[in-house]
């Protein structure tokens, strides 16, 4: 099971054997019977004494009660190893003990009567093939603004980066960085803030799909950005399903959302065929997923990675409508939320989150031995939800971080 994974496992007729990675806390056991739940209303309950603000946490129901547990604050990864009981009887809240909680750890209520958290460490990383001409990495100019969740992608030899987060703020500001001159410049603002969304460039223009609007609210919006007149095109058609932590990806003609989050965690794929300008669904991501990555490389679009199965890869085949399991080797190591690309017919991952850390690795894989190698490490770690970032240029791979980039 990977440690990054939201499941645990449960065993039956007995109980759970506890590994050095995981903590167990001790609950009443459920009772039997009717469920009184049914349709109704929502009612407010306390909040007092209840855990503090979280996302990715664990909550379970053991007939009684409500444990919540685990999880991370103030966005990702900023792990948390406290919880607590709501008794609905009382509504009240009871603090749990975190001694020996695996920070961020998530958690199942298992037949003995135990609640099971399994912690986020890090598994140890298997070691790959090196990669011939590496390349080195090398400080650049620094982005212009402090950002997070930008979305950005190359074309004609620069690099286009817009919206994001700045000071926790969504905004419109978007860039040009000038590989030649190792410059920023300034270009037409966006139409409305978004972060959280995804860039992809089809050889003349760069589109913008989806994230989160000034609100925190998922759209499923498609803007097209032209570099030779700076302006934007917000007639196009939107697709179904708003998401944003979405992968996307060019082939062909056409602009591919992949799975993502929106009112849930999403599994489907919208396919958007720029001659026509419609949407259409094609084959659904094999499982419900977010934070993924993805690439065209030759005729097939490439994904994995992500919240769900974080080592986990699959290749698509438009011809087929077919995502393939066998056809590309998993990652070595569980990452979700890395810098995306496609460089000398090899699929590059850059930073992101790593066995459950922050990460300054790059690794590259080669679709003709089917194997991924290791490149130079990055200065510094990356992930598209933090922020002070500065730019970051891999020489020779032509690989750009500035916090984030196009999955």
């Known amino acids: 099971m990977s440690p990054q994974s ?18 167990g806390y001790t609950l009443p056991r459920i009772t039997e019977g009717n469920s009184p739940c049914g349709p109704g209303t929502w009612t407010p309950t306390s909040t007092t004494n209840a855990p503090s603000a979280r996302g990715g946490h664990t909550a379970v129901w053991t007939g009684t009660e ?16 406290t919880g ?42 298997p070691t790959a093939t090196p990669c011939a001409s590496v390349g ?16 950005g992608a190359a074309q004609g030899g620069n690099i286009y980066t817009f919206g994001g987060l700045f000071a926790g703020t969504p905004t419109t500001a978007a860039y040009k960085y000038t590989v030649a001159t190792d410059s920023w410049s300034s270009i037409a603002a966006l139409p409305a803030a978004r972060y959280w969304f995804t860039a992809v460039g089809d050889g003349t223009y760069v589109y913008l799909l989806g994230g989160l609007n000034e609100n925190g609210l998922p759209r499923a919006t498609l ?28 082939l062909n003609g056409k602009i591919y959302r992949i799975a993502g989050r929106g009112m849930g965690t999403d ?16 084959a659904n991501y094999p499982f419900a997923n977010h934070s993924l990555m993805a690439v065209a490389l030759g005729s097939y679009i490439y994904a994995g990675g992500g919240n769900a199965s974080p080592n986990k890869t699959w290749r698509y085949d438009p011809v087929t409508d077919t995502w393939d399991d066998a056809a590309i080797a998993d990652l070595p ?17 850059t930073g992101g989150d790593v066995n459950f850390a922050i990460s300054t690795s790059a690794i590259a894989w080669d679709p003709a031995t089917n194997t991924w190698s290791d490149l130079p490490n990055m200065i510094q770690a990356r992930l598209p939800w933090r922020r002070n970032c500065r730019s970051i240029l891999l020489r020779h791979c032509r690989q750009l971080s500035s916090g984030h980039t196009h999955h």
């Open 6 to 23: 939201p499941h645990s496992s449960i065993q039956r007729g007995g109980a759970l054997q506890i590994t050095i990675a995981a903590a």
């Open 66 to 81: 409500m444990i919540v547990s685990g999880g991370s604050d103030s966005y990702f990864p900023y792990a948390v190893d």
């Open 84 to 125: 607590g009981r709501y008794n609905p009887a009382t509504d009240s809240w009871t603090a749990i003990s975190s001694t020996g909680a695996p920070a961020g750890g998530t958690g199942v209520l298992n037949t003995g009567g135990r609640y099971c958290a399994q912690s986020g460490a890090p598994s140890p990383t």
């Open 136 to 151: 080195v990495w090398t400080e650049q100019a620094p982005y212009p603004i402090s950002i997070s969740g930008a979305a």
């Open 223 to 250: 803007w097209r950005y032209d570099p030779a007149t700076n302006t934007y095109d917000t007639s196009l058609p939107s697709y179904t399903i708003p998401t944003y932590f979405h992968a996307s990806a060019y």
């Open 267 to 282: 599994f489907h794929v919208e396919v958007y065929n720029i001659a026509t300008n419609t949407w259409s669904m094609t």
């Open 333 to 349: 190591a569980g990452r979700s939320a890395a810098a995306s690309g496609a460089y000398n017919g090899r699929w590059l991952l």
